[in-house]
């Protein structure tokens, strides 16, 4: 069975996609999904088999819809998965009113640079140079 290592959320295909190929090439298992599409890692996080747990989880925060904030809510408060590292990819600086139930948590302000996003990896997966 191939398990998830890396789940991306974005309600943006080509962002999923872009993220998903960088992680690929770097022998990562990803799982792609959007929040629109009922968040499939919701029933997943609920419902997935024993070590399917991701080791980080990536989210794409888009502020005039609060679906990317529900995720990161719902997703934090899943079994086994208060403790995941997540990655908010958000368009600007958030309050730390926002951050702070979501701890472990770190995030990058958009435009995505995939260099810091992948440096973020690393760090929260404690690799160097990968």
């Known amino acids: 069975m191939d398990v998830h290592k890396i789940w991306v959320i974005s309600p943006d295909p080509d962002t999923r996609r872009l993220i998903g190929l960088n992680l690929n090439k770097r022998g990562f298992g990803v799982l792609e999904t959007s929040p629109q599409d009922g968040?499939?890692?919701f029933g997943f996080a609920q419902d997935r088999p024993s070590g399917a747990e991701p080791l980080i989880i990536i989210l794409d925060v888009d502020p005039p819809d609060e679906a990317g904030w529900e995720a990161a809510s719902v997703l934090r408060q899943s079994p086994g998965l208060q403790e995941t590292p997540m990655i908010l990819l958000l368009p600007a600086a958030p309050?730390?009113?926002r951050l702070v139930p979501?701890?472990?948590v770190r995030w990058l302000e958009?435009?995505?640079d995939?260099?810091?996003l992948l440096a973020l990896v690393?760090?929260?997966l404690g690799q160097q140079g990968t």
Do not use: F, G
Request: a positive charge; glycine letters at 0%.
């Open 110 to 112: 958009k435009p995505l």
């Open 114 to 116: 995939m260099n810091a």
């Open 102 to 104: 979501l701890q472990p």
């Open 122 to 124: 690393r760090q929260s």
């Open 95 to 97: 309050t730390a009113r």
């Open 39 to 41: 968040l499939v890692p």
